[in-house]
């Protein structure tokens, strides 16, 4: 079992930047695959960026080339960075970790990013 904890949110203006953090407890993050999602007011949950067991990343075309998704293994903490936030960019950041072992799936409590001028 695996908690995670969410910080890094807040207001920021268009074209802003924001790093979001995930800390984990309860379990060593290398054996999980972590994501991070979001989600919109009216909108299904969508995934963000994924950063594998094996170092790979990847990220949804929305925040390609903007985005960078990173872990500290030390730390057992993953974090998401997004420069040139945009309006659309609002939503609710949720951390992910996928058991690469069991595949069961954990969430963190999500955490506030409201892009406005």
């Known amino acids: 079992q695996v908690q995670l904890v969410e910080s890094g949110g807040g207001y920021v203006q268009p074209g802003g930047s924001l790093r979001l953090s995930c800390v984990a407890s309860g379990s060593a993050l290398v054996v999980y695959t972590m994501a991070w999602y979001r989600q919109a007011p009216g909108k299904e949950r969508e995934l963000v960026a994924t950063?594998?067991?094996?170092?790979?990343?990847n990220y949804a075309d929305s925040v390609k080339g903007r985005s960078t998704i990173s872990r500290d293994n030390a730390k057992n903490a993953v974090y998401l960075q997004i420069d040139g936030l945009k309006p659309e960019d609002t939503a609710v950041y949720y951390c992910?970790?996928?058991?690469?072992?069991?595949?069961?799936?954990?969430w963190g409590q999500g955490t506030q990013v409201t892009v406005s001028s």
């Open positions: 992910n970790a996928r058991s690469i072992v069991t595949n069961n799936n954990y």
């Open positions: 950063f594998t067991g094996t170092g790979s990343t």
